[in-house]
């Protein structure tokens, strides 16, 4: 008598003969991003979950879009700023409005998505600004620096990284902590996981890695730190959680940032799994283990944000 699958290697092969074949196919960025808020519908709400929209002011031009999420009875002085994933092409706060709210409930607070622009129309480092921009907004809000954490994923993830190195260049002060799920930290081609992980990963087509790197960079360094974090020089990094899968092509990208991190005297945290799809904390809802990750990851930021501030 056949057994179920392990709910893991169904979320595998689905997205090995779903999304990691379209990803290879897709003729422009506009199918990408069109498949992306498609498949997020999928995407389970906690029944509580709460959401409204919002504006960013964003350095004197047009205001930025951006999604409030949060779960029941929210403290309104408790924020945390999620950076969506989608390699700086695709992606919304739509597409990450599941993960976002359950993150705002597990460190008791909201969080702040903001529609940063996306690339090739607006190539780096547009999302860079952005995301500073929805942090100078949190802080004109009067959210303390303390409250605040910030976390993404992917792309997204690398985004978390590139803004510390952004406020310490500005100036201001930084998040209680960070989290990042799957960073792409290294938009160089030198990282082994690119290759070696190609086939193993079953999201990510590795063999259109340039091709989407030259989406956001149009020419840029890829060594720039704003850009590529892995290679930043750190002076004071809050507190930072990674979490990663060995078998995804951007694992070598996690190693590295941590690296980075802990060289600069930061507390880090690297969590290895296996046999997880790239960013797999935002399946929470269909993969256990996704649920088990977002739960750790809020009591990481809950602690620091209370210890800061406090």
Same mark, same amino acid.
């Given at each position: ?12 092969? +689905?997205?090995?003969?779903? +999304? ?8 422009? %960025? =506009? ?18 979950? *709460? ?9 004197? $031009?047009? @205001?930025? /879009? ?22 700086? !092409? ?6 990450? *409005? ?15 998505? %903001? ?7 607006? @190539? ?26 910030? =976390?993404? #994923?992917?792309? $997204? ?15 201001? /002060?930084? %998040? ?25 990963? /079953? +999201? ?20 720039? /730190?704003?850009?590529?974090?892995? !290679? ?19 694992? #070598? ?17 690297? #969590? ?27 009591? !990481?930021? =809950?602690?620091? +944000? *209370?210890?800061?501030?406090?």
């Amino acid at each position: 008598m056949w057994s179920p699958l392990p709910r893991w290697l169904t979320i595998d092969l +689905m997205l090995r003969f779903t +999304m990691k074949r379209r990803l290879a196919r897709a003729p422009n %960025p =506009a199918a990408v991003r069109e498949n992306f808020e498609r498949e997020s519908e999928k995407l389970p709400l906690p029944a509580d979950a *709460r959401f409204e929209q919002a504006s960013v002011p964003a350095g004197g $031009g047009a @205001p930025m /879009p951006a999604l409030w999420a949060w779960r029941g009875e929210a403290a309104e002085e408790r924020v945390l700023l999620y950076l969506h994933g989608g390699a700086y !092409f695709a992606g919304s706060p739509n597409t990450h *409005r599941a993960v976002a709210a359950l993150m705002a409930g597990a460190i008791g607070g909201r969080a702040l998505v %903001p529609d940063y622009r996306l690339a090739p129309e607006h @190539p780096f480092p547009a999302a860079l600004d952005d995301a500073l921009a929805a942090y100078r907004y949190l802080l004109e809000q009067g959210v303390e620096p303390g409250r605040i954490a910030v =976390a993404g #994923d992917s792309a $997204g993830g690398g985004l978390v990284f590139a803004l510390l190195l952004k406020l310490e260049a500005e100036g201001l /002060p930084p %998040p209680a902590a960070v989290a990042a799920f799957s960073p792409w930290s290294d938009l160089t081609e030198d990282a082994p996981s690119l290759r070696r992980n190609a086939w193993r990963d /079953p +999201m990510l087509p590795a063999h259109r890695f340039r091709e989407v790197t030259e989406f956001y960079l149009q020419g840029h360094d890829p060594k720039d /730190p704003l850009a590529s974090p892995a !290679f930043g020089r750190f002076r004071n990094p809050p507190p930072a959680l990674i979490l990663a899968c060995r078998d995804e092509i951007l694992a #070598d990208d996690a190693t590295a940032m941590a690296e980075t991190l802990t060289a600069a005297g930061g507390e880090v945290a690297l #969590d290895w799994a296996r046999r997880l799809p790239h960013a797999w904390p935002v399946f929470a809802g269909l993969l256990p283990e996704a649920d088990e990750s977002l739960a750790r990851a809020g009591a !990481f930021l =809950a602690e620091r +944000m *209370r210890r800061d501030g406090e």
